[in-house]
């Protein structure tokens, strides 16, 4: 039998705005300033969220989750990635592996991205090798630069199991 695989791709931006709780992969980061939304506003596990969707042809993180819905107000988002992969196994796909990017000027995260990995595998029920997260600056230009907003990317590989 031919082996189905897909691959996705997801892209997510907030705001940051000073004293707001920064969230990202799951992981809360010490940071003078956070991330603005409409649920916790963890830009990594949107990204890769939308990517999972995307991967398995489900559309995006909006269509499952619309923003206007009361009851995704202030959601953390690792609630949100755990329904979105119980929905794509229902649909008969298996996570081949994720990898993603971070880009902020500030605070350094790097100290932070181990337990990222270990909190996005644990939620998705995956090894760890199969996760990997990046982090980046853009020098200082932009809105990443300027400390406006983050932004983060995802690629994944999805395995069909039937
Ligand atoms: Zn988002």
């Known amino acids: 039998m ?8 997801g892209i997510d931006v907030h705001q940051l705005r000073k004293g707001l709780p920064l969230f990202i992969g799951g992981v809360k980061i010490d ?19 939308d990517a999972l969707f995307g991967a398995a042809g489900m559309r995006d993180i909006g269509f499952h989750f619309p923003d206007t819905d ?9 609630l949100l990635l ?3 992969v119980q929905t794509i196994r229902r ?14 000027q500030s605070p350094k995260i790097s100290r932070y991205i181990p337990a990222m990995e270990q909190k996005i595998a644990s939620i998705l029920n995956v090894h760890e090798s199969q996760i990997n997260i ?8 932009g809105f ?4 406006e907003g983050i ?12």
């Open 2 to 9: 031919q082996t189905r695989i897909r691959i996705g791709q």
């Open 31 to 49: 940071s003078p300033f956070g991330a603005k939304g409409h649920s916790d506003a963890d830009v990594l596990l949107h990204a890769i969220i």
């Open 70 to 78: 009361p009851q995704y107000k202030g959601i953390r988002s690792t």
């Open 82 to 84: 755990k329904e979105c």
């Open 91 to 104: 649909e008969h796909w298996e996570i081949g592996n994720i990898d993603a990017t971070v880009i902020l």
């Open 134 to 141: 990046k982090a980046t600056t853009t020098e200082k230009m």
């Open 144 to 147: 990443a630069g300027r400390g």
């Open 151 to 162: 932004q983060a990317e995802a690629i994944v590989l999805l395995i069909g199991n039937e």
